[in-house]
T-cell receptor
Framework: EAQVTQNPRYLITVTGKKLTVTCSQN?????MSWYRQDPGLGLRQIYY???????DKGDVPEGYKVSRKEKRNFPLILESPSPNQTSLYFC????????????FGPGTRLTVL | QKEVEQNSGPLSVPEGAIASLNCTYS??????FFWYRQYSGKSPELIMS????GDKEDGRFTAQLNKASQYVSLLIRDSQPSDSATYLC????????FGAGTRLTVKP
């Protein structure tokens, strides 16, 4: 089954404790991205990757890192999480590169205390 | 600043009516436009994409694009309670911009 998976789905952590949210897609998509969704603000892009070893900042990259060492995986790293990073996070990949019709993962709800 | 604006709603329509959702965007370079449906606690799912001025129909859904007015809309005919969700508008010009979403409630 074609899908985008994220882990963990729910995470409660404390300020400053490094964490990684994994994202994996099995569709051989080149383009992947991370979004955060906050009430009233909609989806905001954090980082995106056009291909392996090619990443770039989105609208809200501060406090986040990403890597793209293989095509299928695009982890999101929070080196020192803070409470303002409490949010719902979505990974997405493009199943039609020319038109950017993105397919979203199930989401990760992160709470930073 | 590239913005996509939507009325937050909630928009409430009776079952069987037409629901009209609107969206404006500020980046004139945007080339493709999308409507996603998001149920509470779930991920967005693509329901329509549109790239050219005019209307595009898919079942009960019609997307309308007017690039001169920088306006995108989504019409849902014969609205059903299962259409109750938040609808996200997105515009793409090498990076995807989303609106905050309009919450639609269809009352039986």
């Amino acid at each position: 089954e074609a899908q985008v998976t994220q882990n963990p789905r729910y995470l409660i952590t404390v300020t400053g404790k490094k964490l990684t949210v994994t994202c994996s897609q099995n569709m051989n998509h080149e383009y992947m991205s991370w979004y955060r969704q906050d009430p009233g603000l909609g989806l905001r892009q954090i980082y995106y990757s056009m291909n392996v070893e090619v990443t770039d900042k989105g609208d809200v990259p501060e406090g986040y890192k990403v890597s793209r060492k293989e095509k299928r995986n695009f982890p999101l790293i929070l080196e020192s999480p803070s409470p303002n990073q409490t949010s719902l996070y979505f990974c997405a990949s493009v199943f039609n590169y020319g038109s950017f019709e993105q397919f979203f993962g199930p989401g990760t709800r992160l709470t930073v205390l | 600043q590239k913005e996509v604006e939507q009325n937050s709603g909630p928009l409430s329509v009776p079952e069987g009516a037409i629901a009209s959702l609107n969206c404006t965007y500020s980046d004139r370079g945007s080339q493709s436009f999308f409507w996603y449906r998001q149920y509470s606690g779930k991920s967005p799912e693509l329901i329509m994409s549109i790239y050219s001025n005019g209307d595009k129909e898919d079942g009960r859904f019609t997307a309308q694009l007017n690039k001169a007015s920088q306006y995108v809309s989504l019409l849902i005919r014969d609205s059903q309670p299962s259409d109750s969700a938040t609808y996200l508008c997105a515009a793409n010009n090498n990076d995807m911009r989303f609106g905050a979403g309009t919450r639609l409630t269809v009352k039986p």
